[in-house]
């Protein structure tokens, strides 16, 4: 499970370079599953081949309804794993 996925330094400190990093990868994937950030953020998360349960914290209706619209998206395996090369800084072998 991951408790308040979206509620991470991510959104919070785009000064630094993983994060900016991240999140500009995310948002240039935006328009091509038509959906916000933090559901390609989501998306990720759903994908992840363990099984990742999102446990939201919200009681935001904005928020539950993009988490159960992200849950429709299905990252192809490229983006998958360009997101996860972001966050690490480097290739995947």
């Known amino acids: 499970m991951a408790w308040s996925p979206l509620r991470g330094n991510i959104f919070s400190n785009l000064n630094d370079s993983k994060n900016q990093r991240v999140f500009e990868i995310a948002s240039s994937m935006t328009s091509k599953y038509s959906t916000t950030v933090s559901a390609i953020f ?3 998360l759903y994908t992840h081949p363990s099984g990742i349960v999102p446990v939201l914290g919200t009681s935001q ?3 539950i309804i993009e988490a ?3 849950k429709q998206i299905k ?3 490229e ?3 360009t997101l996860l090369e972001a966050s690490r800084g480097k290739e995947v072998a």
């Open 42 to 44: 989501l998306a990720w």
């Open 79 to 81: 983006d998958w794993f």
């Open 61 to 63: 209706i904005e928020r």
């Open 68 to 70: 159960k619209e992200a």
């Open 75 to 77: 990252l192809s395996k």
